[in-house]
């Protein structure tokens, strides 16, 4: 099982960008896939998931109503959408399972056993 995010990148506050999370080795619609972040000096932390079951959705409570998930089985990918990102958002992100096939949101940080190259979000003017 091997997830790989990218499209981190330097962004202004108020900026957009979209993270991917491309699945190798199993597919996606049928775990629950997390998006966490962890900021220097900070533990990781959940911020947004996915289950087998569209409805089954996570959101931390900073990044509701400003990061959606989203999932394309035809593409085996995870997607973050950012929108009006604050400096706070500043972190590495990563994408990861429990490797537990069609469990629930959220996927805690002490379920994960592999943890890929996240991708550097910085956002600052």
């Known amino acids: 099982v091997q997830l790989q995010a990218s499209g981190g990148g330097l962004v202004q506050p108020g900026g957009s960008l979209r993270l991917s999370c491309t699945a190798s080795g199993f597919t996606v619609d049928y775990y629950a896939i997390g998006w966490f972040r962890q900021a220097p000096g900070k533990e990781r932390e959940g911020v947004s998931c996915?289950?087998?079951?569209?409805?089954?959705?996570y959101y931390r409570d900073s990044v509701k109503g400003r990061f959606t998930i989203s999932r394309d089985n035809a593409k085996n990918t995870v997607y973050l959408q950012m929108d009006s990102l604050e400096p706070e958002d500043t972190a590495v992100y990563y994408c990861a399972t429990d490797e537990v096939p069609f469990s629930n949101c959220p996927v805690g940080v002490n379920a994960v056993d592999y943890w890929g190259k996240g991708t550097q979000v910085t956002v600052s003017s």
């Open positions: 996915i289950g087998t079951a569209d409805s089954d959705l």
